[in-house]
C-alpha cells in the first residue's frame, strides 16, 4: 500500500458544482494533514491544513479528516475555471524527530465552463 | 512575510556537464530547507533537507548533493548531470516543527 494515495483523475465537474477529493493515507499516527494546488507548470502551493478530525472551512474549500478511516478530502464549492489544477494531498510521517513530508502523486481537476 | 527565491528558472544542459541551482529564504531563520524533484507525471521526490547550516540529509542516493552555507541558501549541485536528471527543481522550507511546506517557483531543467 502506498504511504498516500489519491485517484489521479481527471475529475471533470462543471462550473459552479461541487468538486470533491480524496486521499487515502497509511500511517495511523499521522496527526497533520495537507493539501496543496499545483497549476500546469508552476510549483504547489499549500491550500489549506488540517489538524483534527472533523471539517475545516475556509472560503469555498472544506477540509474533512477521518482518522479512523486514515482518509482526506477536500471539498471545493462552486467551482470555477480558475480552479482547474493538479491537487496534492501531503501526510507528515515521523521519523526520527524529523517529519518527512509525503505527497501523494495528485488529482486532475478540469472545471468545465 | 516570507519569500523563497529560486534560480535559474529554466536550464537546458548537455549530459555530463555540471549543474548548480541556488534557493535563497527571506523573512524568516532557522528555516528547514528541502530539494525536491517532480519529474513529467510523477508525485514530488524528497532529494535533500537541511535542518542547519552544514547539515544535509539525503533521501536518495544519486549523483546530486547539496549544501547549505549559509542560513538561508540552500544549494543542488552536480558534478555531471545524467539524462535522467531532468525534471522540475523545487526548494521548499518549513518551519522547525516541519509541518508544511512552502515552496519556490522551481527550476525546469531540461539535460539533452
Known amino acids: 500500500q502506498k504511504e498516500v494515495e489519491q485517484n489521479s483523475g481527471p475529475l471533470s465537474v462543471p462550473e459552479g458544482a461541487i468538486a470533491s477529493l480524496n486521499c487515502t493515507y497509511s500511517?495511523?499516527?499521522?496527526?497533520?494533514f495537507f493539501w496543496y494546488r499545483q497549476y500546469s507548470g508552476k510549483s504547489p502551493e499549500l491550500i489549506m491544513s488540517i489538524y483534527s478530525n472533523g471539517d475545516k472551512e475556509d472560503g469555498r474549500f472544506t477540509a474533512q479528516l477521518n482518522k479512523a478511516s486514515q482518509y482526506v478530502s477536500l471539498l471545493i464549492r462552486d467551482s470555477q475555471p480558475s480552479d482547474s489544477a493538479t491537487y496534492l494531498c501531503?501526510?507528515?510521517?515521523?521519523?526520527?524527530?524529523?517529519?518527512?513530508?509525503?505527497f501523494g502523486t495528485g488529482t486532475k481537476l478540469q472545471v468545465i465552463p | 512575510s516570507q519569500t523563497i527565491h529560486q534560480w535559474p528558472a529554466t536550464l537546458v544542459q548537455p549530459v555530463g556537464s555540471p549543474l548548480s541551482l541556488e534557493c535563497t529564504v527571506e523573512g524568516t531563520s532557522n528555516p528547514n530547507l528541502y530539494w525536491y524533484r517532480q519529474a513529467a507525471g510523477r508525485g514530488l521526490q524528497l532529494l535533500f533537507y537541511?535542518?542547519?547550516?552544514?547539515?544535509i540529509s539525503s533521501e536518495v542516493p544519486q549523483n546530486l548533493s547539496a549544501s547549505r552555507p549559509q542560513d538561508r541558501q540552500f544549494i543542488l549541485s552536480s558534478k555531471k548531470l545524467l539524462l535522467s536528471d531532468s525534471g522540475f527543481y523545487l526548494c521548499?522550507?518549513?518551519?522547525?516543527?516541519?509541518?508544511?511546506?512552502?515552496f519556490g517557483p522551481g527550476t525546469r531543467l531540461t539535460v539533452l
Open positions: 537541511s535542518v542547519g547550516i552544514g547539515q
Open positions: 500511517d495511523r499516527v499521522s496527526q497533520s
Open positions: 501531503a501526510v507528515p510521517l515521523n521519523s526520527g524527530g524529523y517529519q518527512k513530508v509525503t
Open positions: 521548499a522550507w518549513s518551519g522547525t516543527s516541519g509541518r508544511g511546506r512552502f
